[in-house]
């Protein structure tokens, strides 16, 4: 969580009033007033495993890009090949430095064949906006700040769909995994996409204006009445992106990562023509290897893994823990950690030292939970 300036009011979503009749716990999160929890996080984490849970994500940036050379600025601005996708279509992709390093891991929707909405994380909107304004100079493309005309509502979990149906025109079985359409959502016109971050199925509602969010809010909340759909914090998020292996901006990607040292070097086309910021650095990465991997611990105790621990091979530091937390789902403390490249577990002991005191661990490939398996 993030301290806002003195004397600086936090920034509230058009749900704001929503959260706070429903008891919510209201936190400063970038500098934005969202709810933490309703009632108990593991709950909520639960709901969404199992049946559904509701989130307000009106806090994360919306960056219009649009014009004849649209998709040639995102290819040079972004990390990805943007000029593939189709229309309809998104992905999942980073804006780097020119040394390589991450400034924000987004997801990119092509609405039309000339116009894209790029989304960032609310910490990192100004930075993304910023960095694209700039790298548009000498296309023919506009960039464009739509953060304050959306609101953003995500409803996740395995009876996503099942809640959602009765409520749109859209025949939810044609849109795809990472797709976004225009369809109407309990009367009101929105993108509607299928993306998520915790691991389950769902589906993301754009709405503009937001003024919309409250009305479809409480008739996603009495859809999902009999599924057992509630609304979920920030807290419930956390774990559940956790046990799913993704990363969170700030903990396992920042500007002295790139994405090669994510395991996350596929979103890097360096295949694609033409130059991109940070080519040559992110080039000499997958040349040579990079320095620090991300690998998950499962802690063999019930102390917590915490980020900030120390990682140790044989009792000497090779990591440094990321992000963690105890698992909801697999009942254990788990964490994501970078270990030097060069670090093998199977020559010794894996602990993690949580407050002095040497924790075992073990070593495994992330993520912790799939669905379906």
């Given at each position: 969580m993030t301290a806002p300036d003195q004397g600086s009011a936090l920034r509230t979503t058009p749900l704001h009033a929503v959260h706070e009749r429903a008891g919510a716990t209201l936190v400063d999160f970038a500098g934005w007033e969202m709810p933490l929890r309703?009632?108990?996080?593991?709950?909520e984490h639960t709901a969404v495993r199992e049946t559904a849970g509701l989130f307000d994500l009106s806090h994360m940036g919306e960056i219009a890009v649009s014009g004849p050379q649209a998709a040639d600025m995102l290819d040079y601005a972004l990390a990805g090949h943007l000029s593939k996708v189709t229309p309809g279509r998104a992905r999942y992709t980073m804006i780097t430095d020119a040394d390589g390093g991450v400034l924000d891991d987004l997801i990119v929707y092509r609405l039309t064949e000339d116009e894209y909405m790029v989304v960032a994380?609310?910490?990192n909107a100004e930075t993304v906006l910023a960095a694209l304004s700039e790298r548009a100079a000498g296309f023919d493309a506009l960039v464009e700040d739509r953060s304050p005309d959306y609101a953003l509502i995500a409803v996740q979990g395995p009876a996503a769909a099942e809640i959602l149906a009765p409520l749109t025109d859209a025949d939810l079985s044609?849109?795809?995994y990472f797709a976004g359409y225009s369809h109407d959502?309990?009367?009101y016109p929105a993108l509607l996409a299928r993306t998520g971050y915790t691991g389950e199925d769902g589906f993301e509602i754009f709405l503009t204006p937001g003024d919309a969010a409250p009305a479809v809010w409480a008739a996603l909340l009495e859809s999902g009445e009999p599924h057992g759909l509630v609304p979920a914090g920030?807290?419930?998020?956390?774990?559940?992106r956790l046990e799913a292996g993704m990363p969170l901006y700030g903990n396992e990607?920042?500007?002295?990562?790139t994405p090669f040292d994510a395991n996350l070097g596929r979103v890097v086309k360096l295949d694609k023509p033409g130059d991109f910021v940070g080519r040559d650095a992110l080039q000499r990465v997958a040349d040579s290897g990079p320095r620090r991997r991300l690998v998950g611990l499962v802690a063999r105790g019930r102390r917590p893994l915490r980020k900030g621990n120390p990682v140790l091979l044989g009792g000497e530091p090779v990591g440094?823990?990321?992000s963690g937390a105890p698992s909801p789902t697999l009942g254990k403390p788990v964490a994501m950690a970078y270990i030097d490249s060069?670090?093998?577990?199977?020559?010794?002991?894996?602990?993690?030292?949580v407050r002095g005191r040497a924790e075992a661990v073990d070593v495994v490939d992330l993520p912790f939970y799939q669905r379906g398996r």
């Open positions: 309703y009632g108990g996080e593991r709950a994380n609310a910490a044609t849109i795809k959502v309990a009367g920030l807290s419930a998020r956390d774990t559940l990607l920042d500007t002295g990562t440094v823990v990321t060069g670090a093998d577990p199977s020559t010794g002991e894996t602990a993690v030292d």
